[in-house]
């Protein structure tokens, strides 16, 4: 199975009585990224969906805009020196410009950096359009949501430790799914896989993950235009200040039967 890589270990039952077994887990690989052939950052990821995980970092990073901006991203099988690895390069327009000194996964602050959330903030909107889409979503649908996101999660059903993301619609239809060991990573594997199909802004989607919702995953929407963001888990108190100056719709603790909406509550038909 992609995603599962098997392991052998010592399974305890009832306390004390145990078998030696061989058990699924989460694959867990770096992935280099190259833009023109020059490394800008490592992703610990699980494989599988690398050319979509590439497009999505740079998209969600402000790195490109259009789907003209990028020409391709090539898998590099064989590298200098006689070698062979997880790297991809992505190759881009001629005119695009590149940031290379603030092109990082943290490249809005992270919590130990210094830069206060105020600025922090102010930085993606710089970056992302607050959303402005009428959508809305019924509280059936959202109060679906979960359990269909777990039905769509082979490897976390083997495993148990892979995060699942999926692009919701307003009738509940789950429209694409990706798993992955990160949450940021499985997002910027559906923001990936819109941008190369020249579909953002995702602005008639939910957002739905099966963890917390952090910043970090609330810049993320904007930057595909998302409207509702929904995690199965708590949200951070900067990705809910995040998500109200970008007009985004944040829900919590996404359950059947309950949940809290932190932000834009007018996107939940009632």
């Not at 327009?93 to 490249?107: I, N, Q, S, Y």
Request: proline share 6%; with cysteine.
């Amino acid at each position: 199975m992609t995603g599962a890589t098997p392991a052998s270990v010592l399974r305890f039952r009832d306390r004390y009585r145990t078998a030696s077994v061989t058990d699924l887990v989460a694959t867990e690989e770096p992935l280099e990224v190259r833009i023109g052939g020059r490394p800008i950052a490592v992703l610990m990821r699980t494989p599988g969906h690398d050319r979509e995980l590439a497009a999505g970092f740079l998209r969600t990073e402000g790195v490109l805009r259009e789907p003209d901006d990028l020409l391709d991203v090539l898998t590099c099988r064989e590298l200098s020196g006689g070698g062979s690895g997880n790297v991809v390069d992505a190759l881009l327009a001629p005119g695009v410009a590149v940031d290379w000194e603030g092109l990082t996964r943290h490249v809005f602050g992270a919590s130990s950096c210094g830069v206060c959330g105020k600025t922090t903030i102010d930085a993606v909107l710089r970056a992302c359009e607050p959303v402005r889409s009428p959508v809305r979503f019924a509280p059936s649908v959202l109060a679906a949501l979960p359990e269909r996101l777990a039905a769509a999660q082979p490897c976390f059903e083997a495993t148990g430790g892979l995060h699942g993301a999926a692009l919701a619609t307003p009738e509940g239809e789950l429209a694409l799914v990706r798993e992955d060991v990160g949450r940021h990573n499985a997002v910027d594997k559906l923001v990936g896989r819109s941008f190369l199909d020249a579909r953002l802004p995702l602005d008639a989607h939910a957002l739905v993950v099966s963890g917390r919702v952090s910043f970090e995953l609330v810049q993320k929407a904007l930057a595909a235009g998302i409207p509702v963001l929904a995690g199965i888990g708590a949200p951070s108190s900067l990705a809910i200040e995040c998500a109200v100056s970008g007009r985004m719709t944040l829900v919590g603790f996404l359950r059947r039967d309950r949940w809290n909406v932190y932000t834009g509550a007018e996107r939940i038909a009632r």
